[in-house]
């Protein structure tokens, strides 16, 4: 794992915060100590109705129980992840010292242990510039996918036309579909074209909003670069936009307050579940 990435899964063990940050709500008086803190939002105490896997996951990656909670809707759900693996995310991340592609395969990580936890079927993973990976039920199949360098343009419409026109997005079906996206930037065609309105065609007219859920996640801080995602969520129906971890805990923050646990995992949770249960979607939004 990248050094940048370790930092951060360190920083899942004092729950969501950095040590700086810690040191500074002791001064300020709002915890006595970073024990005291992981307390804060209901620190992970697994139930013991949950499946023994679910429960390591929590654990490993320090999910707090009210968002563990959460993550019991996937059961009426087939989980599809597609990886944005363009050029640009060979881009470096300075909040982690890492690229987002190193980033990226760090959350996909933990989508798809979460997800072969309520889907015996395994977990599905679309790329747009490589092959897909079906019914992945062996969690280390991440490392192979990820161990190419991404290179190419972001084809997302023909992407997810595909996957909006499968079986797994029919009628009649036990389950619904969620679509997890995670990208950095503007969608293109075949050329490199910026195709934003074929994009939002494919959501609005080859989506079933009936059966199809989207959660979009960020994998940039160049916010103007995604803004069509912001208005979107704001207007389109049942999908969710993510932002950047750090962006997200800010926001988070900002109306639960300073003291609020929201580590990583907390993030990669709510980013999975936010199209499809309303209370995480409005975490990061004024009561």
Not at 46 to 75: G, T
């Amino acid at each position: 794992m990248p050094a940048g990435l370790q930092n951060l899964a360190k920083n899942i063990n004092l729950g969501g915060f950095t040590s700086t940050e810690l040191v500074n709500l002791q001064e300020k008086g709002k915890v006595s100590d970073s024990n005291r803190l992981s307390r804060t939002n209901n620190a992970p105490e697994p139930s013991s109705s949950m499946p023994d896997p679910l429960k390591a996951i929590i654990n490993k990656y320090e999910i707090s129980q009210p968002m563990a909670k959460r993550l019991n809707v996937l059961r009426d759900y087939e989980v599809v992840i597609v990886c944005d693996d363009s050029g640009s995310m060979n881009t470096w991340d300075g909040s982690t010292q890492c690229t987002r592609w190193e980033k990226l395969r760090y959350i996909a990580q933990i989508v798809m242990e979460i997800g072969m936890v309520f889907d015996s079927n395994g977990v599905d993973i679309h790329f747009l510039n490589a092959a897909t990976y079906k019914n992945v039920k062996d969690s280390t199949v991440v490392d192979k996918a990820f161990a190419r360098s991404p290179s190419g343009y972001t084809p997302l419409a023909p992407v997810l036309t595909k996957i909006f026109q499968s079986n797994l997005a029919k009628l009649g079906r036990d389950k619904k579909l969620l679509v997890f996206v995670c990208t950095d930037g503007v969608p293109t065609d075949a050329d490199g074209n910026e195709n934003i309105p074929e994009l939002q065609h494919v959501m609005e007219k080859v989506r079933n909003v009936s059966t199809t859920y989207v959660s979009f996640l960020i994998c940039t801080d160049e916010t103007e670069t995604v803004d069509y995602l912001d208005e979107w969520d704001r207007e389109m129906e049942n999908i969710d936009v993510t932002s950047n971890y750090e962006t997200e805990r800010q926001k988070v923050r900002k109306y639960r307050g300073s003291r609020y646990r929201f580590t990583f995992g907390d993030y990669v949770v709510k980013a999975l579940v936010g199209a499809v249960d309303p209370e995480i979607d409005a975490l990061n939004e004024p009561n």
